[in-house]
């Protein structure tokens, strides 16, 4: 049971480090001082908030796995 944990506590860890990442990117491009249409920076914006909500997402489920496996 000790590998399957680890197995998956890496698995959920890289996929938070992936949303993290596309957060970060979009979130970049919405304060590009290079981009001048405010309509797309704020569209930018929130794909970067809805990625936060998935990293997040996959902390709750590292938090179970440490929690209950």
Do not use: T
Not at 21 to 48: C, G, H, T
Request: glycine letters at 2%.
């Amino acid at each position: 049971m000790k590998k399957d944990r680890k197995k998956l506590l890496k698995y959920f860890q890289q996929m938070k480090g992936l949303e993290e990442l596309a957060r970060d990117y979009y979130i970049n491009v919405s304060r590009d001082p290079l981009l001048k249409d405010q309509e797309i920076k704020d569209v930018f914006e929130k794909i970067s908030g809805e990625e936060q909500k998935h990293a997040d997402i996959m902390l709750k489920i590292i938090n179970l796995i440490n929690n209950n496996i």
